[in-house]
């Protein structure tokens, strides 16, 4: 089934131009229905403007705001009717309003490999904490932060001169190719989205669920 996948994106968007580049490559059967950002300046809302997807604004003006700003993103994002949603370099936590419209359907990207260095800072963390490995995480979100069931990992290795920006460069390439592999694997059935998410793939396929050496899929 082609997947119908609205992208959340505060930032650069490398993200979402990888789920781009894998559509146009046939690597990923999904269709990029809208992007919707939390900062009206955010350079993901001109790649997508670029491409003709439509793109929406829903800015979080102050904190007291956050449950009104929670529930019009949840609206503003059902209008697109996707199947999945994406947290690609989303820098907000989804609040009760979007976890009770997509449950179980909100896919987030985050660069460490969780359970370890949760949060905002993970290349830094991971550094900081004299981590050799790290790499990035496709989990499905939940109430917490960084705390959603593992859909797949991919493993970077930590260099010695390493600073928080080499690294985070690193396992950013790993995450352009294991996020579209992801939703990939979700629109095939490969991987059912749910509490506990199941995984009916092939042997092959196996391995891709957890290495950053991803196969061309048909
Ligand atoms: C990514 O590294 C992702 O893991 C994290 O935010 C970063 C977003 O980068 N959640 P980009 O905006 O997709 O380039």
């Not at 650069?12 to 990888?18: A, F, I, M």
């Not at 439509?54 to 059902?78: F, Y």
């Not at 592999?181 to 957890?210: C, K, M, N, W, Y």
Request: net charge negative; proline share 7%; glycine share 6%.
């Amino acid at each position: 089934m082609t997947l119908r996948l609205v992208v959340l994106a505060s930032g650069r968007g490398s993200n979402l131009r990888s789920i781009a580049s894998a559509i146009d490559a046939k690597e990923c059967d999904a269709t990029i229905e809208a992007v919707v950002s939390d900062k009206s300046d955010a350079p993901a809302l001109l790649f997508a403007a670029e491409r003709n997807i439509p793109t929406r604004v829903v800015e979080l003006r102050s904190k007291s705001e956050r449950s009104e700003w929670d529930a019009l993103l949840a609206k503003t994002v059902a209008e697109f009717t996707p199947d999945v949603v994406v947290l690609a370099g989303f820098m907000r936590i989804v609040g009760d309003a979007m976890l009770a419209r997509f449950p179980h359907r909100i896919v987030n990207v985050h660069p460490a490999l969780l359970p370890s260095f949760k949060g905002a800072h993970a290349p830094a963390d991971a550094i900081a904490a004299g981590a050799r490995i790290s790499g990035c995480t496709v989990h499905i979100v939940d109430a917490g932060v960084d705390t959603g069931p593992t859909l797949a990992q991919a493993a970077v290795p930590v260099m010695p001169d390493d600073d928080a920006e080499s690294l985070h460069k690193r396992i950013q390439k790993a995450e352009h190719r294991l996020l579209p592999h992801s939703l990939h694997l979700i629109a095939t059935g490969a991987i059912v989205l749910g509490p506990v998410p199941r995984f009916s793939v092939s042997a092959d396929e196996q391995r891709t669920l957890f290495s950053p050496d991803l196969p061309q899929t048909p």
